[in-house]
């Protein structure tokens, strides 16, 4: 952002304004975190603001601050409607393209508040009047800090908006061992720390909460883990009747895949999870080094995101698409035995 959209958003929230806070579906600690830091920001303003979810987000986040004011869309729709198609402003983050809201698509692009964008990915779509978009960043939640010190606000970050943004500093840079950790994130998160995030409690109300059933379900996981040494490739597959078995809740597969990038001589890792409900495999793809995953899940996959983390889907059966995820690995040959 240039100083001059910098001025006209510092006049934008001068007067109090509707305001909603969106970010992608199935939200993540970065895109709770993100939104909620921004919200508390805007309530000491005395903006009318609230954040909107797609959809429910992990157990392990629901003790950030402010998180039990979080609306969520496939289930309060009528109302989420309402806030959004008389919203004066409307912030999008971690995400960068409206299909990514899932149902939400529709009413976001007919909506007629000002957007200003703010997200860390890709190929950003020009839907945005502001926006701020920097893929070298590590995650969105520090994106906000940086956002906030453009507009002078630094002073007003509180405990709960340093919690927030520690959250989704933490969990997107896998507790700051990415290559997108810097010295300017430590730098930020030293600052967090000063203004009152607590980074063990915060670590351990998201890490080391598990419940029995996720557990054992991570046991099955590691069991259907596979390796193709000759492509330094490691992937996982779990079906809809084994999140069953273990009583599945939203984010137990949270990090999984990590495992299989974690053995020694493995370059890219995938995690394939079957949704009948949805009818399609949502996949997880992390790489190390320059290979991109992010090039292979738009190619392939019907997905994207970072160099070294994305994502996708597919519409086949799990068998098919771990079949079509093998076939297309000697044409990345060189690349992974590149690195």
């Given at each position: 952002?240039?100083?001059?959209?910098?001025?006209?958003?510092?006049?934008?929230?001068?007067?109090?304004?509707?305001?909603?806070?969106?970010?992608?579906?199935?939200?993540?600690?970065?895109?709770?975190?993100?939104?909620?830091?921004?919200?508390?920001?805007?309530?000491?303003?005395?903006?009318?603001?609230?954040?909107?979810?797609?959809?429910?987000?992990?157990?392990?986040?629901?003790?950030?601050?402010?998180?039990?004011?979080?609306?969520?869309?496939?289930?309060?729709?009528?109302?989420?409607?309402?806030?959004?198609?008389?919203?004066?402003?409307?912030?999008?983050?971690?995400?960068?393209?409206?299909?990514?809201?899932?149902?939400?698509?529709?009413?976001?692009?007919?909506?007629?508040?000002?957007?200003?964008?703010?997200?860390?990915?890709?190929?950003?779509?020009?839907?945005a009047t502001y926006m701020?978009?920097?893929?070298?960043?590590?995650?969105?939640?520090?994106?906000?800090?940086?956002?906030?010190?453009?507009?002078?606000?630094?002073?007003?970050?509180?405990?709960?908006?340093?919690?927030?943004?520690?959250?989704?500093?933490?969990?997107?840079?896998?507790?700051?061992?990415?290559?997108?950790?810097?010295?300017?994130?430590?730098?930020?998160?030293?600052?967090?720390?000063?203004?009152?995030?607590?980074?063990?409690?915060?670590?351990?109300?998201?890490?080391?909460?598990?419940?029995?059933?996720?557990?054992?379900?991570?046991?099955?996981?590691?069991?259907?883990?596979?390796?193709?040494?000759?492509?330094?490739?490691?992937?996982?597959?779990?079906?809809?009747?084994?999140?069953?078995?273990?009583?599945?809740?939203?984010?137990?597969?949270?990090?999984?895949?990590?495992?299989?990038?974690?053995?020694?001589?493995?370059?890219?890792?995938?995690?394939?999870?079957?949704?009948?409900?949805?009818?399609?495999?949502?996949?997880?793809?992390?790489?190390?080094?320059?290979?991109?995953?992010?090039?292979?899940?738009?190619?392939?996959?019907?997905?994207?995101?970072?160099?070294?983390?994305?994502?996708?889907?597919?519409?086949?059966?799990l068998k098919e698409t771990?079949?079509?995820?093998?076939?297309?690995?000697?044409s990345y040959n060189k690349?992974?035995?590149?690195?």
């Amino acid at each position: 952002m240039n100083s001059e959209e910098i001025l006209s958003i510092k006049q934008l929230l001068s007067t109090k304004k509707k305001i909603v806070i969106i970010p992608h579906k199935n939200p993540d600690g970065d895109a709770i975190g993100s939104t909620l830091g921004l919200y508390h920001y805007l309530l000491e303003l005395n903006h009318d603001a609230t954040v909107v979810v797609p959809n429910d987000f992990p157990d392990f986040l629901k003790w950030i601050p402010g998180a039990d004011s979080i609306l969520r869309h496939n289930v309060q729709t009528e109302t989420c409607d309402s806030l959004i198609n008389e919203a004066d402003i409307i912030f999008t983050l971690d995400f960068n393209a409206f299909h990514r809201t899932g149902s939400m698509e529709s009413v976001l692009s007919s909506s007629n508040g000002l957007k200003i964008m703010i997200d860390h990915h890709q190929a950003p779509d020009d839907y945005a009047t502001y926006m701020f978009s920097d893929v070298g960043m590590s995650s969105t939640c520090e994106m906000i800090y940086h956002f906030l010190d453009m507009l002078d606000a630094t002073d007003k970050i509180d405990t709960n908006i340093a919690t927030c943004l520690y959250v989704g500093i933490m969990t997107d840079t896998g507790s700051f061992r990415f290559k997108s950790t810097t010295n300017t994130t430590h730098k930020i998160i030293a600052k967090l720390i000063e203004k009152g995030a607590d980074n063990s409690e915060i670590h351990n109300n998201v890490y080391d909460t598990n419940s029995y059933e996720r557990l054992q379900l991570l046991g099955c996981a590691l069991s259907n883990l596979r390796v193709i040494p000759e492509h330094k490739t490691a992937y996982i597959s779990l079906s809809q009747d084994e999140l069953q078995k273990f009583n599945y809740k939203k984010g137990d597969t949270e990090g999984v895949v990590n495992y299989g990038l974690s053995l020694k001589n493995v370059v890219l890792a995938a995690i394939f999870i079957e949704d009948r409900k949805e009818g399609i495999i949502k996949i997880s793809l992390r790489s190390k080094g320059d290979f991109s995953v992010n090039e292979m899940s738009r190619k392939h996959f019907n997905g994207g995101g970072h160099t070294n983390a994305a994502g996708g889907k597919t519409f086949k059966s799990l068998k098919e698409t771990i079949e079509d995820f093998i076939s297309i690995l000697p044409s990345y040959n060189k690349a992974l035995n590149d690195e």
